[in-house]
Nanobody, 120 residues
Framework: QVHLVESGGGLVQAGGSLTLSCAASGSIFRLRAMGWYRQAAGKQRELVATITSGGNTNYADSVKGRFTISRDNAENTVTLQMNSLKPEDTAVYYC??????????????WGQGTQVTVSS
């Protein structure tokens, strides 16, 4: 089992910045990737950014150039720096942790979610 605790959400004006952090604990020894997803009201959950155990990153087109994901291996944390925020970034943001459970198989773990609201 992997336990994820998120922090850093809140209310910000358009053009502002927020930093989300996620701390992982438990069975985190076989990390595949960590990342952030978001779900706006009435919409499906979507990928925001991911970072693999090897440090490769992937971003949704809508956040490229504005958001940066990073990982601290020693602290088992993943951080999402969000700059130039837009009202359409408003959503509940979820931390995700993927752990290898077998050859080619992994399990997903999710945080409880943190609200990000961007006012216009």
């Amino acid at each position: 089992q992997v336990h994820l605790v998120e922090s850093g959400g809140g209310l910000v004006q358009a053009g502002g910045s927020l930093t989300l952090s996620c701390a992982a604990s438990g069975s985190i020894f076989r990390l595949r990737a960590m990342g952030w997803y978001r779900q706006a009201a009435g919409k499906q959950r979507e990928l925001v950014a991911t970072i693999t155990s090897g440090g490769n990153t992937n971003y949704a087109d809508s956040v490229k150039g504005r958001f940066t994901i990073s990982r601290d291996n020693a602290e088992n944390t993943v951080t999402l720096q969000m700059n130039s925020l837009k009202p359409e970034d408003t959503a509940v943001y979820y931390c995700n942790h993927q752990t290898w459970v077998g050859p080619g198989q992994y399990s997903d773990y999710w945080g409880q979610g943190t609200q990000v609201t961007v006012s216009s």
